[in-house]
DNA sequence: AACAGTTGCGCG
DNA sequence: AAAGCGCGCAACTGTT
């Protein structure tokens, strides 16, 4: 590469901190520098500037040509800049980069793989951000003892040049570059898009939450309190077990009650209650729901969650092995449906919410390239297109073959089923099969895309070697066939599972795109503490995996709709190009969210 | 009092 | 106690 060459058009800009670490803890009063490489790979000499001003460098840069941000951290840089209005189109976010070439198998070049995996302080969590702004918030008394930080990517602009040049010299070499590529672009921009979605954050109806908890619960109780509902059916519980004593909250105590009511369970969970016969039964069962709702999701978690009219829930992108988003905090994606309702647009504003049907046996029909499971999907509910194949019966018994498939049931009603996906779908198939069968033998498992499974731990291999000694028991051999048939079956989800999380990627990599080209509506809003970035035009709100919901005015609800169904056809081309599957949308456009 | 481990249930 | 994958979170239990 050349140094120094004023590069042409420039392509990427690499920013990080100008000093070494010992600046780092006091960011704010750093200095920050950048350096711009152009497509044939010249650089620029670094630009350096004050860190209060790397928000006015982002912005120039970015009005002038948008060009993609190279930095560790998308969660540790993105929010100042969001905080001081400026948006990016694009970046490279070196950590999730790494993750992902560090494992890959399509990085086959052994010199690039070895000086990857060397510079494992790239191997690290991501930095919380702004995340712990909001404890910083809290009042004094409770103040919480911010936690030592752990391990955060390297953050000077010497480490981030250095990792790209060896991220950059992995994907050259790369099989399948091109997916690669395609992987590295949607995991950042899931970087940005997360936080997004923190500085937007969902708009949340508090009375309306309240009301459902009220519903259900009674009022709110004081503190340390259950709330009145708890207590009468808790009573109800104890008078129908005719142990006036019974703890309901202790899953050990809860058992000896009931079995002691006659009630043979060995265990208290509800999928085992469901099958006894007992007055105290249901009882039971609404007390759980109960305290379900009240310990999940209370009023505490409204107090802790939601400000303002906004929840604020932590997203982890990347935080599963599979490459799906994780949460930290907030609990986004278990949200109960039950408070869906709550989720409410602003005055003058509609959500629209799209969820894909059916998204990763669509993804495995593509990956494998199975024209049949295609066809049976194609314009239609793909269970009813499975019935209409003839392999099974009913649409219920076509959803139990193919999640059993994916998952690798092998006995009941799927056990009987899957063989007879077997003949109809032979290709979609054959792929999840020789996954498990990888898996099976410790192998590793890649996506279409390129994000590979990690390799069985220490205990798993020992216990397969222990099991081929001559000295071998019984249990040894069937406990090494249990664990393998266990590995088998993460691998042979991992590549579908991995695979539709890239598919969400991509999807809403390119809604964001399209979302962002939206006019600035005009209305006049007070002023709020933050996320105004986010306050006047069609944004992101909330992603759940295979769902997503957009907050936008009204005048743009039908165009925020379209461009969600355009952004879905482009994933599907991105990814598998013109393979004849096409992911279908559930789309939705509201006042509220609804529970179904 | 702080910690790790378990249970149970919410989501896809 | 899942037959069948991936998670987070709160509460409880038992240990240190």
């Given amino acids: ?302 107090d802790e969650w939601v400000q303002n009219g906004r929840y604020r829930p932590v997203y982890v992108p990347g935080g599963v092995v599979t490459g799906r988003w994780a949460s930290s905090g907030g609990g986004a994606l278990q949200l109960p449906r039950q408070l869906r309702p709550a989720l409410r ?18 993804v495995l029909a593509a990956m494998a390239g199975d024209r049949a499971m295609a066809a049976a999907g194609r314009g239609k509910d793909l269970y009813a297109g499975i019935v209409e194949s003839g392999a099974v019966a009913t649409r219920q018994e076509a959803k139990i073959a193919v999640l059993g498939a994916m998952y690798g049931s092998t006995t009941g009603d799927a056990g009987r089923l899957v063989p007879r996906l077997r003949r109809t779908f032979p290709a979609a198939m054959r792929l999840v099969d020789e996954a498990a069968t990888v898996g099976e033998q410790g192998g590793v498992v890649t996506t279409w895309l390129g994000r590979s499974s990690h390799p069985p731990g220490q205990e798993w291999v020992g216990l397969q070697e222990a099991a081929s000694l001559p000295g071998a028991t019984k249990r040894d051999e069937e406990t090494a066939r249990r664990v393998a048939r266990e590995f088998g079956r993460f691998t042979r989800n991992f590549i579908v599972q991995g695979t539709a999380a890239e598919w969400a990627l991509a999807w809403m990599a390119q809604l964001r795109l399209r979302l962002a080209a939206f006019p600035t509506a005009n209305k006049q809003l007070p002023a709020k503490a933050s996320g105004q970035v986010f306050e006047h035009s069609p944004h992101l709100a909330f992603f759940l995996h295979d769902e997503v919901i957009v907050h936008t005015p009204r005048e743009h609800a039908a165009a925020v709709a379209e461009a969600i169904e355009l952004a879905a056809v482009e994933a599907g081309r991105l990814l598998f190009g013109d393979a004849p599957v096409d992911f279908r949308l559930d789309l939705r456009t509201s006042e509220r969210a609804l529970k179904d």
């Fill in 345 to 362: 647009a602003d005055p003058g504003w509609l959500l629209v919410s799209a969820d894909v049907s059916q998204l990763e046996p669509r």
């Fill in 1 to 302: 590469m050349t140094e120094n060459a004023a590069p042409s058009t420039p392509r990427w800009c690499v920013v990080g901190s100008a000093d070494a670490a010992d600046i780092s803890q006091h960011k704010d009063h750093g200095y920050f520098a950048a350096v711009e490489i152009d497509a044939a790979g010249n650089r620029s000499a670094p630009h350096r500037f004050a860190a209060r001003d790397f928000a006015a460098f982002v912005a120039e840069r970015e009005a002038e040509a948008p060009r993609r941000w190279v930095w560790h951290d998308t969660a540790a840089r993105y929010p100042a800049l969001l905080d001081a209005g400026v948006r990016v189109e694009r970046c490279y976010d070196l950590r999730l980069c790494h993750q992902i070439l560090t494992a890959s198998t399509y990085v086959t070049d052994k010199t690039a793989r070895s000086e990857l995996h060397s510079a494992n302080e790239w191997a690290v969590a991501a930095d919380p951000g702004d995340t712990t702004r909001q404890l910083q918030d809290g009042p004094a008394l409770f103040e919480i003892e911010i936690t030592p930080r752990s391990r955060t990517a390297p953050d000077s602009l010497a480490a981030a040049l250095d990792e790209f040049d060896r991220q950059c010299c992995a994907l050259q070499g790369a099989q399948q570059a091109g997916r690669l590529a395609l992987l590295l672009s949607a995991e950042s921009a899931g970087a940005l898009i997360a936080v997004e979605l923190a500085s937007a954050g969902v708009p949340w109806d508090e009375t309306e939450h309240d009301r459902i908890l009220t519903e259900q619960l009674g009022p709110r109780p004081s503190l340390g309190a259950k709330p009145e509902r708890m207590v009468e059916i808790g009573q109800q519980v104890r008078m129908a077990l005719a142990d006036p004593r019974a703890s309901l909250d202790s899953p050990p105590k809860l058992l000896g009650s009931l079995r002691a009511a006659g009630i043979e369970v060995s265990s208290t969970s509800r999928w085992e209650l469901e099958e006894h016969e007992h007055p105290a039964i249901p009882l039971l069962l609404q007390y759980k729901k109960l305290a379900r709702l009240f310990s999940a999701n209370g009023w505490a978690w409204l």
